[in-house]
T-cell receptor, first 115, second 121 residues
Framework: AQKITQTQPGMFVQEKEAVTLDCTYD???????LFWYKQPSSGEMIFLIY??????QNATEGRYSLNFQKARKSANLVISASQLGDSAMYFC????????????FGTGTRLKVLA | GAVVSQHPSRVICKSGTSVKIECRSL??????MFWYRQFPKQSLMLMAT?????????EQGVEKDKFLINHASLTLSTLTVTSAHPEDSSFYIC?????????????????FGPGTRLTVT
């Protein structure tokens, strides 16, 4: 069965510095997709970045990049030049299977950006 | 981008009453919608998959008679918490994938509603 693990319950980062949020996964599927979502205190889930298992390059979206290491089954989120508004909960998620929209979520990492 | 709305955003109800939460896809159609539950400082837990025109599929451990789901149209799914109790107090979030895979920013992306905070007194 698929599993997502986020081992950092909380992280601190100084404003303008980069931070890496860890995510490891377990799946027996060859085709899978990995997502990162941001959840601020308001509760909405904000899509940040997506990595497909067959994508040869690491995904990037503005200040967000995904450090995808397939052999190690890790998909870490890197946020560059952190901003105060980045303080939020961050969830790593994976599709449950090759052709499903069902996700499984990790337990999340709470990021606090310090001024 | 695709927008999913939820109504109400917050609701307080008395123990024993029922409360209905609506999830709407505003600018796209969705044959499937997902309902999640999130306790404070915890992750999202999938409760059920709402299917337009057919019965919902519930995850293991979720009481289908307590959490009634109706997918009335291609843009609306409702979750009714029946005979609510304080332990049902939670944040409920719906999501909807587009009708056609790949229409989103990435394949199989879901669009999430803003959530409904339910408090049962």
């Amino acid at each position: 069965a698929q599993k997502i693990t986020q081992t950092q319950p909380g992280m601190f980062v100084q404003e303008k510095e980069a931070v890496t949020l860890d995510c490891t996964y377990d799946t027996s599927d060859q085709s899978y997709g990995l997502f990162w979502y941001k959840q601020p205190s308001s509760g909405e889930m904000i899509f940040l970045i997506y990595q497909g298992s067959y994508d040869e390059q690491n995904a990037t979206e503005g200040r967000y990049s995904l450090n995808f290491q397939k052999a190690r089954k890790s998909a870490n989120l890197v946020i560059s030049a952190s901003q105060l508004g980045d303080s939020a909960m961050y969830f790593c998620a994976m599709r449950e299977g090759p052709r499903t929209y069902k996700y499984i979520f990790g337990t999340g990492t709470r990021l606090k950006v310090l001024a | 981008g695709a927008v999913v709305s939820q109504h109400p955003s917050r609701v307080i109800c008395k123990s024993g009453t029922s409360v209905k939460i609506e999830c709407r896809s505003l600018d796209f159609q969705a044959t499937t919608m997902f309902w999640y539950r999130q306790f404070p400082k915890q992750s999202l837990m999938l409760m059920a998959t709402s299917n337009e025109g057919s019965k919902a599929t519930y995850e293991q451990g979720v009481e289908k008679d307590k959490f009634l789901i109706n997918h009335a149209s291609l843009t609306l799914s409702t979750l009714t918490v029946t005979s609510a109790h304080p332990e049902d107090s939670s944040f409920y979030i719906c999501s909807a994938p587009p009708l056609v895979p790949g229409q989103g920013a990435s394949s199989y992306e879901q669009y999430f509603g803003p959530g409904t905070r339910l408090t049962v007194t």
